[in-house]
């Protein structure tokens, strides 16, 4: 009876062991499990913090790509307004210029008196009158080459180009009457 009872003990222990190590190994296997499943969370978590960086990088590189474009198209549209505001001036100066030079060959044309031989006539002494006072020199008339300089001077508005008829047409009228 106790050889039976010691083998029966026997067997026992040995069903407790066999569910201790059982037990043993399933605790084993979900620890594993959980620390599988543990990396895997931390790798995922690392994927999506790198995808974030990413495109936030991303994001910032298009913005400054986007800023650049921008920046560079109004340049360009900076650049080409002021090169055609200069080129309407060059235009309009063009032009400017074409009408005064055809203005100055009119007036010049017109006068008549652009012969640069003719010489200003010399002013006389004063010659006593009869009641012994002195006589007023006749003033002298400007040459043919006082006249064409001052038409060759540069007039840069029309005010000023009238100015210097009506002084011609004077100084004509004045030559006339002596």
């Not at 910032?60 to 650049?68: K, L, P, S």
């Not at 002013?123 to 040459?143: I, N």
Request: no cysteine; net charge positive; hydrophobic share 45%.
């Amino acid at each position: 009876a106790e050889k039976a009872a010691e083998k029966a003990a026997e067997k026992a222990a040995e069903k407790a062991a066999a569910k201790r190590a059982a037990a043993e190994k399933a605790a084993a296997k979900r620890a594993e499990k959980a620390a599988a499943a543990a990396k895997a969370a931390e790798e995922k978590k690392a994927a999506a913090e790198a995808a974030a960086a990413e495109a936030a990088a991303r994001a910032v590189a298009e913005a400054a790509e986007r800023e650049a474009k921008a920046r560079a198209k109004a340049k360009a549209e900076a650049e080409a307004a002021v090169a055609k505001r200069q080129e309407e001036l060059q235009k309009k100066l063009s032009k400017a210029g074409t009408a005064f030079a055809a203005l100055l060959m009119d007036d010049e044309s017109d006068d008549g008196s652009d012969d640069e031989s003719v010489e200003a006539p010399t002013p006389t002494r004063a010659a006593p009158t009869h009641k012994g006072k002195p006589r007023a020199a006749s003033p002298a008339q400007p040459s043919g080459s006082a006249k064409s300089a001052a038409v060759a001077k540069p007039m840069p508005s029309a005010a000023q180009s009238e100015a210097v008829s009506e002084t011609r047409a004077g100084a004509g009228a004045g030559a006339g009457a002596e």
